[in-house]
């Protein structure tokens, strides 16, 4: 145990250089007798439990006559102090960043520092997550709070074998960050590649949390697909544990990261396991349905309407009878995006008046659009169950990537026709199977093709089947039977 200051003035300069004197409010130094000798106290207000901290300075008051210990000796304040989340401060950084994080730091008159974990985070109660929502399940999602995050995640799996490692990223704003996996199941070249990348963020500060951590550890750049899969549940995030997958919770962040993923666990969601095999079966394939849907429908009716030719005589009432006096490509275009700023509308819209604004939209707005002959009837239609097919896909992430990939298609399909759609697709295909984040190919288990794999994707066997931790986490044990 070593000496932090040589003495209370020298801890009380120390502070004062760190924080000026009265230049910020919150930052608060006061000194108080504890058992009769003066002792430095240093905190930052809003961030401390101030009915524990009463109640232990009351306690503390009493005289400690009793013992014989010496207390010039650090040991006896520390074997004394009535509070289990106690320890020494050997280094002044990890003294103040403590203090920052919400703890509560001692500086005894001999210079030794302590510090005491009386932490109350400002934040909300856990509550189901309104992107995740189940008809069957627990109504419990993360919170802002790392601790409340983890207890959440442990409270699911009471095992020896769960770790927390607990990381600091950031210059300046030093994010609390914890690295979660189940030992023995997560494989460690990947949680060494996390390690390494977490080590090696100089930035000032990781205020987005969650998203800008994602840009680091995977060095994203332009890339529009997501790599990483979020959830605000702590029963998926167990639930990837034990497969060995790797979860990094950030503090202030409401959702955990989940690596590695490929593009298939962006289609998977908890109300599947919530069901009957058969029907989570069901609504495992009207949701891929779905994603394929939303992507292609309106390219290829697109490409049907102005060819024809390739319609077949049963299929000849495809296509506008009257096009319009507006390019048809463009109206296509110009409601798409017209409903994806409807959407972004009603996010920043008080919730009281969405509904209200959801029916002027639909119903004014579309129905004038078609009587003055901006639009046709069926673009409105083919647009509108496009967006109810993207809305079906549960990450966020991966709907809004949709959305460009179709508008992309779209305008391929336009200029060349009937190869631009089918270049488009193969050049979709081909960049998909090209990404490879943490080394794990993004289109696995179909590129590359593995069929055992691929038949758990398609299909939601009962959970009495015995069924392998996935390839892709490189589990040291794959066998999840114990």
């Known amino acids: ?46 961030l401390i439990d101030g009915q524990t901290l009463t109640t232990l300075l009351t306690e503390m008051q009493e005289g400690f006559e009793k013992n014989d210990g010496n207390k010039d000796d650090p040991e006896w304040f520390l074997n004394y102090f009535p509070y289990y989340a106690l320890e020494d401060a050997d280094d002044k950084d990890k003294f103040l960043t403590a203090i920052l994080s919400g703890l509560v730091g001692f500086v005894l008159p001999n210079g030794y520092a ?5 932490r109350s985070s400002p934040g909300r109660q856990p509550e189901e997550p309104d992107t995740e929502k189940v008809i069957r399940g627990s109504r419990d999602g993360f919170t802002e709070n790392i601790i409340i995050n983890t207890a959440l995640v442990r409270r699911r799996l009471k095992t020896e074998d769960l770790r927390f490692e607990m990381h600091q990223t950031s210059v300046n704003g030093k994010t609390d960050v914890a690295i979660t996996y189940m030992k023995g199941a997560a494989s460690e070249e990947h949680l060494s590649y996390i390690r390494g990348r977490l080590d090696d963020i100089k930035h000032d500060g990781l205020t987005m949390t969650d998203k800008s951590l994602e840009e680091f550890l995977f060095k994203q750049r332009f890339h529009p697909m997501p790599f990483v899969r979020f959830t605000e549940r702590p029963d998926i995030c167990a639930a990837h544990l034990l497969e060995g997958h790797i979860a990094i919770i950030v503090d202030t962040s409401p959702s955990a990261i989940l690596v590695p993923v490929t593009v298939f666990h962006h289609l998977q969601h908890a109300e599947e396991y919530r069901q009957s095999p058969f029907t989570g079966t069901f609504v495992r394939w009207l949701r891929l349905f779905g994603a394929l849907l939303s992507m292609f429908l309106l390219p290829f009716w697109y490409l049907l309407s102005t060819h024809q030719q390739y319609l077949p005589v049963m299929l000849s009432y495809i296509g506008p009878n009257d096009p319009g006096s507006i390019p048809l ?5 110009i409601a798409d995006i ?15 008046m969405t509904t209200a604004m959801g029916l002027v939209a639909a119903i004014v707005i579309g129905q004038v659009a078609i009587d003055v002959g901006l639009f046709t009837g069926e673009v409105i239609l083919y647009v509108a169950v496009s967006a109810i097919f993207t809305f079906a896909i549960p990450s966020f992430e991966l709907s809004l990537t949709t959305k460009i990939f179709r508008v992309f298609i779209l305008i391929l ?3 060349l ?44 066997f009962p959970m009495t089947i015995d069924a392998p931790r996935p390839f892709i986490t490189d589990s040291p044990d794959r066998n999840r039977l114990s």
């Open 329 to 333: 490509i463009l109206q296509l275009l």
């Open 338 to 352: 017209g409903i994806e700023v409807l959407r972004m509308a009603a996010i920043h819209t008080p919730s009281p």
């Open 1 to 46: 145990m070593a000496k932090l200051f040589t003495s209370l003035k020298d801890g009380e300069e120390w502070f004062q250089s760190k924080f000026g004197i009265d230049e910020t409010f919150d930052a608060t130094a006061k000194t108080v007798h504890l058992w009769g000798m003066p002792v430095l106290m240093y905190y930052i207000n809003g």
């Open 417 to 460: 026709g009937a190869p631009g759609f089918f270049l488009g697709t193969v050049f979709l295909f081909y960049y998909l199977a090209s990404l490879k984040p943490m080394g794990v190919p993004y289109m696995w288990p179909l590129v590359p093709f593995f069929p055992q794999a691929m038949k758990r994707v398609l299909i939601r």
């Open 413 to 415: 399909t336009g200029i």
């Open 114 to 118: 302590f510090v005491a974990d009386l």
